[in-house]
């Protein structure tokens, strides 16, 4: 089905007709239409026009008022103050646009998917083997995924990539004991993915501690791991093998993480360190040769004129170490030669924490100089910031130990779930279960999403499962009460009925749901989540003043009835659409 045209796009081309009958050199001007609380729309571009054309803001306005052509979708116009354009909707208008969306039988309520656009490698979601993923890890995981699925959604071809931390010294001392003690990764087969990932998880940081323990107690096992950090550099076969073993069961957690999370993983998109290893080299060569890096006591820098440290001297991004070794540099640099050169990708968009924005700067202004980025290719660093505690202190345990992410996800989905038990009438043991799971990751990642991404936000899960006040469970509780409704109504089915006037609730409330494609595009063109969360805390709160105000199944007329059932599906397919973009499910019962 085609994209539908939205009202405020209606008005707007009324006006931009009306303003250059009047002023034709205002054709192509910008009306300034905005939703207000004085009417349903007010376009302020008039006094613009009027100051450039040397005339007379209200009579100007009053001349293009008289050019408006009301009835079908304007139903009244006033000129306001110097010059302000008071606009009404027709309530037919209203009720015509949305049953036009809901008519779109493919699920996108007449959001436009734009064709042959270009093609986004998005880098997010970035654990590091053999570690455990701490509440540090949540963010960039939420909010990639949630930019993944509105840049998909609005057309755009997005290639997902997990740059995970597969490399490094800290591998040589655990290879060595590995090989050691070959049977420590050892553990029973698991069709359960949560039990196999945790135990997986527990393997691992029980192996870490021991090669950690010997690599500080025994000198001679010290020198034998940094010698596998040399074979694991250099390719050596067996070394690799045992390398694998710890990505592979490294893996096994992670996917069992981002399933608790509601999240798709997929393995090809799993491209770490290591994956650009046979690059760094030729990146330093090609940086070296442009002269757009030097070297600086032995090292392959490059520098920046506003770049200096404490001391006022420039601080260089050190591409290759004095000792020939490779930094995190050479390999962001190589993966960005990768994204641009084989994956052909246009844009390149890096949720990472706002602490490496200094990095991120410096690689981005060196691919520019190489002539890796340009105009046609850009890369963006979208900064989040710190998950805090209610105590606005970045988030620890009682301890000062990072949180185990696992352990934060548990706990929201036990919060979730009592109260799901709480509010549930006829939901058994496992539905329960399954509804606190869903209550639970939606409320984690609806507290991260509703923040912008560069802001910190408070971990507080007491306020994230509340039923009041701007949480994902608000907006479920919103969308099952909706289904309840709609089951109620039994044989009696939504229907459209454009001939009948509009409650002044129920006009809030279409004027905003013709408001989802807008937002939905400025949300993804923005990489903005947040804009979202906001709008559909917004529907959710107008639906809740209309369900207020307007009774549903007990309206005045069998044709009130289907028209207000109507208005409740379609809220009920937004907030459902909508949430799906952000990451979260939305239960047909709560």
Avoid at 2 to 25: G, N
Avoid at 171 to 197: C, N, R, T, V, W
Wanted: aromatic share 8%.
């Amino acid at each position: 089905m085609a994209s539908v045209t939205s009202l405020s796009d209606s008005v707007q081309q009324h006006l931009a007709s009306a303003l250059s009958a009047t002023l034709p050199e205002a054709a192509g001007a910008d009306p300034l239409l905005r939703r207000s609380d004085r009417a349903d729309f007010q376009a302020n571009g008039i006094l613009a026009l009027a100051k450039k054309a040397k005339a007379n803001p209200r009579e100007l306005a009053t001349q293009a008022v008289s050019r408006i052509v009301t009835g079908e979708v304007i139903e009244d116009v006033e000129v306001s103050g110097p010059g302000f354009l008071n606009i009404t909707i027709a309530d037919k208008a209203i009720t015509r646009n949305l049953a036009a969306r809901y008519a779109d039988d493919t699920g996108r309520l007449g959001v436009p998917f734009a064709e042959n656009t270009g093609t986004t490698v998005i880098d997010y979601a970035q654990p590091n083997v053999a570690k455990e993923m701490h509440v540090g890890h949540l963010r960039s995981a939420v909010i990639g995924d949630s930019v993944v699925q509105l840049l998909e959604f609005t057309g755009e071809n997005v290639i997902r990539r997990h740059h995970i931390g597969d490399w490094g010294t800290q591998f040589g001392m655990l290879i060595q004991y590995l090989d050691e003690h070959p049977h420590e990764l050892d553990h029973k087969a698991s069709d359960d993915l949560q039990a196999s990932g945790e135990e997986a998880m527990s393997n691992l940081d029980r192996l870490y501690k021991a090669a950690r323990k010997k690599f500080d107690a025994d000198e001679e096992f010290k020198t034998r791991a940094r010698r596998r950090v040399v074979d694991l550099q250099a390719g050596d076969e067996h070394t690799l093998a045992i390398w694998q073993k710890f990505v592979d069961e490294s893996k096994i957690y992670f996917f069992s993480v981002f399933e608790k999370l509601d999240m798709e993983v997929r393995d090809p998109d799993i491209v770490g360190e290591s994956g650009y290893n046979d690059m760094l080299a030729e990146t330093c060569r090609l940086l070296e040769e442009s002269g757009v890096a030097v070297r600086s006591e032995g090292a392959l820098c490059v520098f920046f004129d506003d770049v200096k440290g404490p001391d006022g001297n420039p601080v260089p991004l050190i591409v290759q170490k004095s000792d020939g070794g490779y930094g995190y540099a050479a390999t962001d640099l190589s993966a960005i030669r990768d994204r641009v050169f084989n994956l052909k990708a246009n844009s390149l968009v890096y949720v990472v924490d706002a602490r490496q924005s200094l990095h991120f700067k410096m690689v981005f202004e060196t691919a520019r100089r190489a002539g890796w980025l340009n105009d046609d290719v850009k890369a963006f660093q979208l900064a989040f910031g710190t998950v805090l505690g209610k105590d606005g202190k970045p988030f620890k345990t009682r301890e000062g130990e990072t949180v185990r992410l696992v352990d934060l996800l548990d706990e929201a989905i036990d919060r979730a779930s009592a109260v799901v038990r709480e509010k549930a009438q006829d939901l058994s043991e496992e539905e329960i279960a399954e509804r606190g799971a869903q209550v639970g990751i939606g409320a984690v990642k609806y507290a991260d999403l509703s923040t912008s991404a560069n802001r910190d936000y408070k971990f507080d899960l007491d306020q994230m499962v509340s039923l009041n006040g701007d949480t994902s469970v608000y907006l479920q509780y919103a969308y099952a009460r909706i289904q309840s409704i709609l089951r109620k109504a039994g044989e009696v089915r939504p229907a459209a009925r454009p001939e009948l006037e509009l409650h002044a609730a129920e006009r809030a409330l279409g004027l905003h749901l013709d408001g989802f494609a807008e937002t939905v595009n400025e949300a993804a063109t923005e990489y903005a989540p947040h804009k979202l969360a906001a709008y559909l805390y917004q529907l959710a709160s107008l639906y809740t003043s209309f369900y207020d105000k307007c009774p549903v199944l007990k309206a005045e007329t069998p044709e009130q009835v289907e028209n207000r059932l109507f208005l409740c599906d379609v809220t009920a397919r937004t907030l459902h659409r909508g949430m799906a973009l952000l990451g979260i499910r939305t239960p047909e019962r709560l």
